[in-house]
């Protein structure tokens, strides 16, 4: 159910609707106040839609960094799974071959122990 959040971000305040805890969206928005008041601070020409869309862009290339190597890892591991199920199915095939081999040798040597 959405809840209704009060945010004040660069002095200004915003109500939201959202699924989010009002913790969660209190420490978005500090952190979005915290990146805008360093951006604002670095010079003194930059206005607060600027701070937002610079800060909106950087948080944005963290996203696509971040999905990024998520992906990458997505894919190493379901790589490393068909490794260790190509191992498992190579291992089942070696314990069967040396289960058989076991058995010739058990035979051979029950073969010569009847013909001496």
């Known amino acids: 159910m959405a809840t209704k959040v009060r945010l004040t971000i660069c002095g200004s ?3 939201i609707s959202t699924n989010e805890s009002e913790d969660y969206m209190q420490n978005l ?3 979005l106040n915290l990146d805008m008041n360093e951006l604002m ?3 003194n020409s930059v206005s607060i839609t600027t701070a937002a869309i610079m800060t909106a ?3 944005r290339d963290e996203l696509e960094k971040t999905s990024g190597s998520a992906d990458n890892m997505r894919r190493q591991i379901k790589d490393y ?3 260790a199920a190509s191992a498992k199915m ?3 095939e070696l314990r069967r071959e040396n289960a058989s081999l076991r058995k010739k040798v058990d035979e051979l040597r029950r073969r010569l ?3 001496t």
């Open 81 to 83: 799974l068909e490794d």
């Open 113 to 115: 122990n009847l013909e």
């Open 57 to 59: 862009l950087n948080y």
């Open 90 to 92: 190579a291992a089942e």
């Open 41 to 43: 601070s670095s010079s």
């Open 13 to 15: 305040s915003y109500v």
């Open 29 to 31: 928005a500090e952190r």
